[in-house]
């Protein structure tokens, strides 16, 4: 069908994204089913990877500098350029997905009458996730504790306050918006029970993006072919099991104990190999790290995204020492493909993994007991595959992409259909 992008009398809709490469691995298939519909689909997200695919797509893309979240100055003018956007080009509705997008991106809808404001929030800095400080240079000069116990005092000092003044900032939020979307069954009982967002605007999408079942599925035999898939990626050969991560590779994410966990298990388990897919955020740091394990034979570092279906399927074991923050689209892609997880206990791995029977969790910040637990599943191929076919058969049966996309479509139908009647 002809795109609607460039049609003057198409209705608009707005997605506000810090990261073009989410946008485009996410949701490119409910903007392609809401451009047939006949809507025009303008994207305001970071220069980076993904941003070609969207404009190969033949979506209205426009650059806002929000890749890197501490630049203030390009905050301050992300605002303004999505204002005089929505000034030049009227929306009937703005989806913003991230925190700082989601108060600018509401702000500017509203000054410009937007009638549908939807925000969508995976997590909510309010509970245990601690407050990270641009530090991480000073690592590099052979002081990480020492900026450990720096950080850790400032939280001492202004986490409280923070906090706070983050409860204000929610609760303005959820007053602003017409639809405020969370992806967790904690985060939906902690906005209720802090009553953050009135109760009718509140809305769950379990799983966040849901899967696209048609890209992270196993060929039609039904075996993974691990083997097969080593040998694709070029893997050593004396690796007996491997274990792997995919996604962001920073201290914010959780990457130095995933590190750390890499480098206990190296020494215990020689046989063991890691697969590591930073999806092209990788620290300086963590890079140097890795890459002097992967001179030492223990370390895979793949760097192609696009590769992630096959650094799945060579895995045995997918290992998540993610923080709330830390995006947990792996552990559900992984999962499809037959692959448990193992991890920290937080909101986003407890939504998709059941312990014991789809994969296992432990306290979150406990390496040990993360290392161990990943010791010993490795011992037990047998019970790795018991657990990875019950969690593919989880994920198809709750975390289906298409079924994601149809619900919110139905929110933005009904809430559209209210406003636009009301006027």
């Given at each position: 069908?002809?795109?609607?992008?460039?049609?003057?009398?198409?209705?608009?809709?707005?997605?506000?994204?810090?990261?073009?490469?989410?946008?485009?691995?996410?949701?490119?298939?409910?903007?392609?089913?809401?451009?047939?519909?006949?809507?025009a689909v303008h994207i305001l997200t970071a220069i980076g990877p993904g941003m070609q695919q969207l404009l190969d797509e033949?979506?209205?893309?426009?650059?806002?500098?929000?890749?890197?979240?501490?630049?203030?100055?390009?905050?301050?003018?992300?605002?303004?350029?999505?204002?005089?956007?929505?000034?030049?080009?009227?929306?009937?509705?703005?989806?913003?997905?991230?925190?700082?997008?989601?108060?600018?991106?509401?702000?500017?809808?509203?000054?410009?009458?937007?009638?549908?404001?939807?925000?969508?929030?995976?997590?909510?800095?309010?509970?245990?996730?601690?407050?990270?400080?641009?530090?991480?240079?000073?690592?590099?000069?052979?002081?990480?504790?020492?900026?450990?116990?720096?950080?850790?005092?400032?939280?001492?000092?202004?986490?409280?306050?923070?906090?706070?003044?983050?409860?204000?900032?929610?609760?303005?939020?959820?007053?602003?918006?017409?639809?405020?979307?969370?992806?967790?069954?904690?985060?939906?009982?902690?906005?209720?029970?802090?009553?953050?967002?009135?109760?009718?605007?509140?809305?769950?999408?379990?799983?966040?993006?849901?899967?696209?079942?048609?890209?992270?599925?196993?060929?039609?035999?039904?075996?993974?072919?691990?083997?097969?898939?080593?040998?694709?990626?070029?893997?050593?050969?004396?690796?007996?099991?491997?274990?792997?991560?995919?996604?962001?590779?920073?201290?914010?994410?959780?990457?130095?104990?995933?590190?750390?966990?890499?480098?206990?298990?190296?020494?215990?388990?020689?046989?063991?190999?890691?697969?590591?897919?930073?999806?092209?955020?990788?620290?300086?740091?963590?890079?140097?790290?890795?890459?002097?394990?992967?001179?030492?034979?223990?370390?895979?570092?793949?760097?192609?995204?696009?590769?992630?279906?096959?650094?799945?399927?060579?895995?045995?074991?997918?290992?998540?020492?993610?923080?709330?923050?830390?995006?947990?689209?792996?552990?559900?892609?992984?999962?499809?493909?037959?692959?448990?997880?193992?991890?920290?206990?937080?909101?986003?791995?407890?939504?998709?993994?059941?312990?014991?029977?789809?994969?296992?969790?432990?306290?979150?910040?406990?390496?040990?007991?993360?290392?161990?637990?990943?010791?010993?599943?490795?011992?037990?191929?047998?019970?790795?595959?018991?657990?990875?076919?019950?969690?593919?058969?989880?994920?198809n049966l709750h975390f289906s992409r298409h079924d994601v996309d149809r619900q919110i479509l139905r929110l933005y139908d009904r809430?559209?259909?209210?406003?636009?009647?009301?006027?």
């Open positions: 069908m002809e795109s609607t992008s460039g049609r003057d009398d198409a209705p608009r809709v707005v997605y506000l994204a810090r990261n073009a490469e989410e946008v485009a691995r996410r949701y490119r298939g409910r903007l392609r089913r809401m451009r047939d519909e006949g809507f033949g979506f209205e893309v426009q650059p806002i500098p929000v890749g890197n979240p501490g630049n203030l100055a390009g905050l301050l003018g992300t605002y303004f350029i999505v204002q005089a956007h929505l000034i030049e080009n009227p929306a009937v509705l703005v989806h913003s997905f991230g925190h700082r997008l989601a108060w600018l991106g509401t702000y500017a809808a509203r000054q410009v009458e937007v009638p549908a404001v939807f925000s969508t929030l995976e997590y909510h800095w309010l509970e245990d996730d601690p407050l990270h400080f641009p530090l991480g240079p000073m690592a590099q000069f052979g002081v990480p504790k020492a900026v450990q116990g720096l950080e850790e005092g400032l939280n001492r000092a202004v986490g409280p306050v923070h906090r706070r003044w983050m409860r204000q900032a929610y609760r303005w939020l959820g007053r602003q918006v017409d639809r405020y979307v969370v992806t967790t069954e904690f985060d939906f009982q902690l906005v209720q029970d802090m009553e953050l967002v009135p109760v009718e605007k509140l809305e769950i999408a379990v799983g966040a993006t849901g899967v696209d079942l048609e890209r992270y599925c196993l060929p039609e035999k039904g075996d993974a072919d691990r083997e097969g898939a080593r040998r694709a990626l070029g893997l050593p050969q004396h690796w007996r099991q491997v274990a792997g991560w995919v996604g962001p590779v920073t201290r914010r994410h959780g990457a130095d104990d995933l590190i750390e966990v890499i480098d206990r298990l190296s020494h215990s388990h020689p046989s063991v190999g890691w697969l590591v897919n930073p999806r092209g955020q990788i620290a300086a740091g963590q890079r140097r790290r890795l890459n002097q394990l992967e001179g030492k034979g223990r370390v895979y570092l793949l760097d192609e995204p696009d590769d992630d279906v096959e650094a799945y399927r060579a895995m045995d074991l997918l290992v998540w020492p993610g923080r709330p923050s830390t995006p947990h689209d792996a552990i559900a892609e992984a999962a499809a493909l037959a692959v448990p997880t193992v991890g920290f206990d937080t909101p986003a791995a407890r939504s998709i993994v059941e312990p014991g029977q789809t994969g296992h969790l432990v306290f979150a910040d406990e390496i040990e007991a993360l290392s161990i637990t990943v010791a010993k599943l490795l011992t037990d191929p047998a019970y790795l595959r018991e657990l990875g076919w019950r969690a593919r058969s989880r994920i809430v559209l259909d209210q406003k636009l009647r009301a006027e």
